[in-house]
């Protein structure tokens, strides 16, 4: 049987990497506008661990109790706020390399945990593949509307 620490792994896992790949709408989008980061970050990251909290507590899913609540909830808070917290002391190129930075430290955190049950190689692949596509298509979406730089 799965221990308590393992089963909440999964959940905070999942809201680290919800908050992660949600963010970098907000980055790659409000770039030219580094003033609105912090703050629509923080917005984000109240409503998504919310949200992602009550949608774990609302399932009918046996196994998410209060605790994978909580767990996926603040998993997913921070996942939105670590990679902009750069923007709090930096500015400019410094800031953009080490939120990027960050991103890949949380997904380097995922993976390490991924690849207890798969390769190292698979879980890094899946991990980056994941944010990659996110990235590639978010810069799509604001080029597209015209709301890079």
């Known amino acids: 049987p799965m221990t308590r620490k393992a089963a909440l792994l999964a959940p905070?896992?999942?809201?680290?990497?919800?908050?992660?790949t949600s963010v970098?709408?907000?980055?790659l989008t409000l770039t030219g506008h580094p003033g609105q980061i912090i703050p629509t970050a923080l917005g984000l990251a109240?409503?998504?661990?919310?949200?992602?909290?009550?949608?774990?507590?609302?399932?009918?899913?046996?196994?998410?109790?209060p605790a994978e609540a909580a767990v996926i909830g603040v998993a997913t808070a921070l996942g939105t706020v670590l990679p902009v917290l750069p923007y709090a002391l930096l500015a400019g190129a410094a800031a953009i390399t080490c939120s990027a930075?960050?991103?890949?430290?949380v997904g380097a955190a995922i993976t390490a945990v991924r690849a207890r049950d798969r390769s190292l190689r698979?879980?890094?692949?899946?991990?980056?593949?994941v944010l990659a596509a996110v990235?590639?298509?978010?810069s799509l979406c604001s080029l597209l509307t015209g709301a890079a730089g």
């Open 12 to 20: 905070a896992i999942f809201g680290a990497f919800d908050g992660s």
């Open 24 to 27: 970098v709408g907000v980055l």
């Open 46 to 65: 109240v409503a998504g661990g919310v949200g992602m909290a009550a949608g774990a507590w609302l399932s009918d899913d046996d196994d998410s109790g």
């Open 101 to 105: 930075l960050t991103l890949l430290l």
């Open 122 to 129: 698979r879980a890094a692949a899946e991990t980056y593949g």
């Open 135 to 138: 990235c590639v298509a978010v």
